[in-house]
């Protein structure tokens, strides 16, 4: 994909740079308070997600490659936060800070080093159709969360099915006036989002601090967010048990395949939708260092969430800078009216989260697994685990249905026999071309995945079996690594077990399309020894005529 020239925060003309003004003045009025909502859900202060916001926006608009995507607080990092830091904390406030800065800054580590080791290509970890389940699933818990704190429902249990009894005993208990509020808040955005650019989420605050003095809403027991307390002060590393930290890295790898599954999901579609090119390696730099300084910084954990990047897109922006104005615009808001966004109703942050994430609550995105009958029940687990575990067992679970899927699939791979299609060079598989033809003497194939330790021995047992029963006498056998750039322990070892297989019975084996990393750790093999096994970069087909030529000299020697 091309670069667009306007793509660089340095090289905007000037009409550009009043677009990307205007979109981070649009965006600045969406952020903010959403920044603000996710901390409630996180368990942390506000001032959390404000940090976090402006880590965000500024270390991606500096590092970051896409010209869209904006980087702040996400939901569902807010959510896995909450729970993770519950869970280890119990009912220490202080321990539980602890351990939100500790898990925000082993995410950073992680994110730095996936970019240091270039591990961007690693960008499906997670399988659609389970990341679109967890968020179907993290979504209803949030929203249904977000209803019992507004209800002022207290619920002592993280499984669905037992604390949707809980929040309906309690009905004649619930808060109705913050409940109108909520009401009135979800109304209005829903206007709002009919007119285009118009930060609905920051009018929906300022009606609300309105409404609040006016109506003394206090009276009426409806809580205000409180004084955010934007101190930027670097902490120190907690002091944490090492049991702690091992949790917190188990989690932090959970964390981390979350937001950048939902990362590049955003960033990749948009680059595509404008043919812009992006660099995987460098994002998760970028994020490494918005996570690194939000952490530091007691800040939450960052991501490019879609929502976020869609309305920068639809504000007009046209390169990075849109996110640093927004961080500009956010930082004049917090240094002039601050103190005013502390009178905001928690109602109303609960209506910006119900609002922001009620559109993950579609079914179509589902829907489509079942229609092509592919995934479903991956689908179905992934919300099932949220709803009936909780949040963070939930995202666990789903990671591993990811990476027992990918293993599965990788090690199911299937070895192809290969044959000349007509007079020409192409080795195809004969299974599904069964008018390819089959070069006399000659066993040709092919793995359809890379070796590794997962199907590496069952892979060349295969092999072994189409050689013992071949129906026709085989002199040579020819194996193409293509798929296979490099090799690891357990595949080096089954192969040298293969070349002594295939000497013993009194074969020669040709390797085609070793790669220079592999053909060199193989030539060391005793097993590999000349003229038995052949180690080259050839074609197939110029390794089968490699290996006709070695049976013609064989049977010239035998005469």
Request: aromatic share 8%; net charge positive.
């Given at each position: 994909m091309k670069t667009l020239p306007d793509a660089d925060t340095g090289s905007s003309p000037p009409t550009n740079r009043l677009k990307d003004l205007l979109a981070g003045l649009s965006i600045a009025g969406l952020l903010l308070p959403e920044a603000v909502a996710y901390s409630s859900i996180a368990a942390l202060p506000p001032q959390a997600g404000v940090i976090a916001l402006f880590a965000g926006l500024v270390c991606y608009g500096l590092l970051g490659t896409s010209r869209y995507a904006i980087v702040s607080a996400t939901s569902s990092s807010a959510a896995v936060l909450a729970a993770a830091t519950a869970s280890l904390a119990g009912g220490?406030?202080?321990?539980?800070?602890?351990?939100?800065?500790?898990?925000?800054?082993?995410?950073?580590?992680?994110?730095?080093?996936?970019?240091?080791?270039?591990?961007?290509?690693?960008?499906?970890?997670?399988?659609?159709?389970?990341?679109?389940?967890?968020?179907?699933?993290?979504?209803?818990?949030?929203?249904?969360?977000?209803?019992?704190?507004?209800?002022?429902?207290?619920?002592?249990?993280?499984?669905?099915?037992?604390?949707?009894?809980?929040?309906?005993?309690?009905?004649?208990?619930?808060?109705?006036?913050?409940?109108?509020?909520?009401?009135?808040?979800?109304?209005?955005?829903?206007?709002?989002?009919?007119?285009?650019?118009?930060?609905?989420?920051?009018?929906?605050?300022?009606?609300?601090?309105?409404?609040?003095?006016?109506?003394?809403?206090?009276?009426?027991?409806?809580a205000l967010i409180g004084v955010i307390d934007l101190q930027l002060e670097l902490g120190h590393l907690p002091r944490l048990p090492f049991a702690d930290w091992l949790r917190l890295g188990e989690l932090?790898?959970?964390?981390?395949?979350?937001?950048?599954?939902?990362?590049?999901?955003?960033?990749?579609?948009?680059?595509?939708?404008?043919?812009?090119?992006?660099?995987?390696?460098?994002?998760?730099?970028?994020?490494?260092?918005?996570?690194?300084?939000?952490?530091?910084?007691?800040?939450?954990?960052?991501?490019?969430?879609?929502?976020?990047?869609?309305?920068?897109?639809?504000?007009?922006?046209?390169?990075?800078?849109?996110?640093?104005?927004?961080?500009?615009?956010?930082?004049?808001?917090?240094?002039?009216?601050?103190?005013?966004?502390?009178?905001?109703?928690?109602?109303?942050?609960?209506?910006?989260?119900?609002?922001?994430?009620?559109?993950?609550?579609?079914?179509?995105?589902?829907?489509?697994?079942?229609?092509?009958?592919?995934?479903?029940?991956?689908?179905?687990?992934?919300?099932?685990?949220?709803v009936v575990l909780g949040v963070l067992d939930g995202l666990l679970v789903a990671v591993a249905i990811s990476v027992v899927l990918m293993l599965r699939q990788m090690s199911s791979a299937d070895t192809q026999v290969l044959g000349r299609m007509g007079d020409g060079h192409d080795f195809v598989d004969r299974l599904h071309h069964p008018d390819a033809r089959e070069i006399p003497g000659l066993l040709i194939l092919r793995p359809g995945q890379a070796l590794f330790f997962a199907n590496a021995e069952r892979i060349l047992k295969a092999a072994s079996g189409l050689m013992r029963r071949a129906t026709v006498p085989i002199q040579t056998v020819v194996l193409s690594l293509e798929e296979s750039p490099d090799l690891d322990g357990t595949s080096i070892e089954a192969l040298a077990a293969f070349f002594t297989q295939v000497r013993a019975e009194g074969r020669r084996l040709v390797l085609a399309r070793v790669r220079h990393e592999a053909r060199e750790v193989l030539q060391a093999l005793p097993e590999a020894a000349y003229p038995y096994v052949l180690l080259t970069g050839l074609s197939v087909d110029d390794a089968v005529q490699l290996a006709l030529q070695g049976a013609g000299e064989q049977r010239n020697s035998h005469n």
């Open positions: 220490d406030s202080a321990l539980r800070l602890s351990l939100a800065m500790g898990l925000v800054l082993t995410s950073a580590v992680f994110f730095l080093l996936a970019g240091l080791f270039k591990l961007g290509g690693v960008t499906s970890f997670i399988a659609r159709p389970v990341l679109r389940g967890f968020a179907f699933g993290l979504a209803l818990t949030i929203i249904l969360k977000q209803l019992a704190s507004v209800a002022g429902v207290h619920l002592a249990d993280n499984n669905l099915i037992r604390f949707l009894p809980q929040l309906l005993d309690q009905l004649p208990r619930w808060n109705w006036p913050a409940i109108a509020v909520a009401g009135c808040s979800l109304l209005l955005l829903w206007l709002c989002a009919r007119v285009r650019s118009l930060p609905g989420g920051l009018l929906v605050v300022i009606f609300g601090i309105g409404a609040g003095q006016w109506l003394d809403l206090q009276a009426h027991g409806v932090a790898f959970a964390m981390v395949m979350i937001l950048y599954a939902e990362s590049y999901g955003s960033i990749s579609s948009f680059a595509l939708k404008h043919t812009d090119r992006v660099s995987s390696n460098r994002d998760l730099l970028a994020l490494g260092a918005a996570n690194l300084v939000s952490g530091l910084l007691h800040g939450m954990p960052v991501g490019a969430g879609y929502s976020a990047t869609s309305a920068n897109e639809a504000a007009g922006a046209t390169s990075r800078l849109a996110g640093l104005f927004a961080a500009l615009v956010v930082l004049i808001i917090v240094l002039t009216v601050l103190p005013f966004v502390a009178l905001t109703p928690e109602p109303v942050l609960a209506a910006i989260v119900i609002y922001a994430l009620g559109r993950s609550l579609s079914l179509q995105p589902l829907a489509r697994y079942f229609i092509w009958k592919r995934d479903r029940l991956l689908v179905v687990a992934a919300v099932t685990a949220v």
